[in-house]
């Protein structure tokens, strides 16, 4: 059974940081691609970042040049660095695994950035 909990969100500043971090069990971690995804309030569900089982990355592009998506395979564990953030990032942040058919989410981690 393939589980994904995610944890790290809160509320931030603009211009602040914050990291984001998606333990998996259940599924051959070093062999998994994973994504972050988001969905803000009234909007759709968002692709923001995708690490390949090699470590080759990819970005949405409200994501480019301020998010970095990294990996632990010894912890199982996917994370997202979020830098330079702004009121438009706020969302529920999912990380998500898909493969041979199915796509598993986790429970998602709010972050909002506020004054």
């Known amino acids: 059974q393939v589980q994904l909990v995610e944890s790290g969100g809160g509320l931030v500043q603009p211009g602040g940081s914050l990291r984001l971090s998606c333990a998996a069990s259940g599924l051959t971690f070093e062999n998994s691609d994973m994504n972050w995804y988001r969905q803000a309030p009234g909007k759709q569900r968002e692709w923001v970042a995708f690490v390949t089982r090699t470590g080759s990355t990819y970005y949405g592009d409200s994501a480019k040049g301020r998010f970095t998506i990294s990996r632990d395979n010894a912890k199982a564990t996917v994370y997202l660095q979020m830098n330079s953030l702004k009121p438009d990032d706020t969302a529920v942040y999912y990380c998500?695994?898909?493969?041979?058919?199915?796509?598993?989410w986790g429970q998602g981690t709010q972050v909002t950035v506020s004054l």
């Open positions: 998500n695994h898909a493969g041979l058919g199915l796509s598993y």
